[in-house]
Structures are given as structure tokens and as C-alpha cells.
């Protein structure tokens, strides 16, 4: 996990420097472009989290009410 922080920061450190020669974004201040690109970086944290365990949680409760489900119906057949 800190090799992907040490990553994200030196992408963070080219990107500051080319933003710095572009002229268009000098409007910009650091704080904003900070502020976006940790918000970025955390989205892209969890996109690889949910790619890397496959289902979200809430797909693997639903799997697992429905699996209740079924259980349920086998023993009302059972008991009848």
C-alpha cells in the first residue's frame, strides 16, 4: 500500500511541474489542485479494491439473503 502512496505522489510531483509550465492552469491554486487530485487518487484506490475483490458488498448481501432465501423454501418443503 505505501508503494501505490509513493507512486500517486510522484505522479502528483510531475503533474504539479507541468502544470506549472502550462499557462492555462496557473488561474489555478495548488490548495484546489491538491484538494482534486487526492479526491482522484481515493476513487481510484477504490476502483482498484473493488476490481481486485471482485463483487461489492452489497451484491455479496444480496447473494447471501437470497441463499436464506432458498434455505427457507427447503425446510417449509421438508416440514410439509
Not at 510522484?10 to 504539479?16: A, G, H, N
Not at 491554486?29 to 489542485?33: A, G, K, N, R
Given at each position: 500500500m505505501n508503494q501505490v502512496?509513493?507512486?500517486?505522489?510522484?505522479?502528483?510531483?510531475?503533474?504539479?511541474a507541468v502544470m506549472r509550465s502550462i499557462e492555462i492552469f496557473s488561474g489555478v491554486?495548488?490548495?484546489?489542485?491538491s484538494i482534486a487530485v487526492v479526491i482522484m487518487s481515493i476513487v481510484?484506490?477504490?476502483?482498484?479494491?473493488?476490481?481486485?475483490?471482485?463483487p461489492t458488498?452489497?451484491?455479496?448481501?444480496?447473494k447471501s439473503e437470497?441463499?436464506?432465501a432458498e434455505e427457507r423454501a427447503k425446510r417449509k418443503h421438508k416440514g410439509g
Open positions: 502512496f509513493d507512486l500517486l505522489f510522484s505522479c502528483f510531483e510531475r503533474i504539479v491554486d495548488l490548495l484546489t489542485f481510484i484506490v477504490g476502483v482498484l479494491n473493488v476490481v481486485k475483490t471482485g458488498n452489497a451484491q455479496g448481501y444480496y437470497k441463499h436464506k
